[in-house]
């Protein structure tokens, strides 16, 4: 089991930018990373994900065009950049680390999240 922790959350302005990270530790980062978010009183969604060791990248519809993972897996990190923030981007972000199955990405370890509030 790999543990995760996030950073890099806080407030910011509508069209502003900003970098989550994730840091992995322990084992089980060889396999699909990703992010999903959870707003106040809405259920927790998808945002995106990137393949191991790293070649193929999905990202929902609402953020396609905004948002970026990357991953690093000599140091076990996990980004999402997102760019031109909206109101509705507000939520908590988590980290996971799952696999691919039934044509979907499927998280198994999550992280404690990170708030990320963009003030329009």
């Known amino acids: 089991q790999v543990q995760l922790v996030e950073s890099g959350g806080g407030l910011v302005q509508a069209g502003d930018s900003l970098r989550l990270s994730c840091a992995g530790s322990?084992?089980?980062?060889?396999?699909?990373v990703g992010w999903f978010r959870q707003a106040p009183g809405k259920e927790r969604e998808f945002v995106a994900f990137v393949t191991w060791p790293g070649g193929t990248r999905s990202y929902a519809e609402s953020v396609k065009g905004r948002f970026t993972i990357s991953r690093d897996n000599g140091r076990m990190t996990v980004d999402l950049q997102m760019d031109a923030l909206k109101a509705e981007d507000t939520a908590v972000y988590y980290c996971t680390a799952g696999r691919w199955a039934s044509g979907a990405y499927r998280p198994e370890d999550w992280g404690r999240g990170t708030q990320v509030t963009v003030s329009s």
């Open positions: 322990g084992d089980g980062f060889n396999r699909p």
